[in-house]
């Protein structure tokens, strides 16, 4: 676990993150921190889902994390729209690498179709236990989205373009965990260009910056500052 340091703020403080370490959204919601707000920070809250905060429940009754509470008073709720308002506050060179004017309808309707079909396979291939289906069975289904991935890795080392997109942060984490389901299956699949994928962002700084392990905030902790 990290220690009770805080970090100091880079620049200025925008607001209050309610994260889970673990939930691909909040990873996602971090990612994009990260990589959009480097001289500006947020204070981060981990929160543990069976012991919400009521902090938390004020602001957010639906009370799933990430929550975003910004300096204003304003209440962001959902990780993609948090990604997006962190990109909003970078600069236009980054908007434009992330979110391409001639790319955003193909990189939206594939982040849907990630929430969506895949999320819904996703959640009972872990689970196939709890459902009438075998664990093969969802498997498959999850699999259409796989093959989607490869073919789009087959033109670039990312989804859309050499270089990161929103696309890539947006659902890597998702695909981690489905990986995770059953490693070695997934490690000796068809899917080569994914499998490379997936394990360059694992071992990336980006990764790594946004997974260190902090206790679950009470009232009264010291501020944690993220991104660092």
Not at 6 to 30: D, E, K, V
Request: aromatic letters at 12%; hydrophobic letters at 40%; a negative charge.
């Amino acid at each position: 676990m990290s220690d009770s340091k805080p970090s100091a703020p880079s620049n200025l403080q925008l607001g209050i993150l309610y994260s889970f370490r673990r939930c691909p959204y909040a990873m996602r919601a971090r990612l994009a921190c990260a990589l959009f707000l480097p001289t500006q920070s947020l204070e981060l809250r981990e929160v543990v889902l069976k012991n919400k905060p009521q902090e938390l429940l004020t602001i957010s009754p639906k009370a799933t994390v990430p929550v975003l509470q910004l300096n204003n008073g304003k209440v962001i709720e959902e990780s993609r729209d948090i990604m997006l308002w962190t990109l909003e506050q970078s600069s236009n060179e980054f908007i434009s690498q992330y979110l391409p004017l001639h790319l955003q309808l193909e990189i939206d309707e594939l982040i849907d179709e990630n929430d969506g079909s895949f999320k819904w396979a996703l959640d009972r291939y872990k689970y196939a236990d709890r459902h009438e289906e075998s664990e093969e069975y969802y498997r498959k289904l999850g699999e259409s989205f796989l093959e989607k991935l490869e073919s789009l890795l087959e033109k670039n080392h990312h989804l859309f373009t050499e270089e990161l997109s929103l696309a890539d942060i947006s659902i890597f984490p998702f695909v981690r965990q489905f990986a995770h389901v059953n490693k070695k299956w997934f490690e000796q699949s068809n899917y080569p260009r994914l499998i490379a994928w997936l394990n360059a962002l694992l071992e990336s700084e980006l990764f790594n910056s946004i997974m260190e392990k902090y206790q679950p905030w009470n009232a009264g902790d010291v501020k944690i500052y993220f991104p660092k």
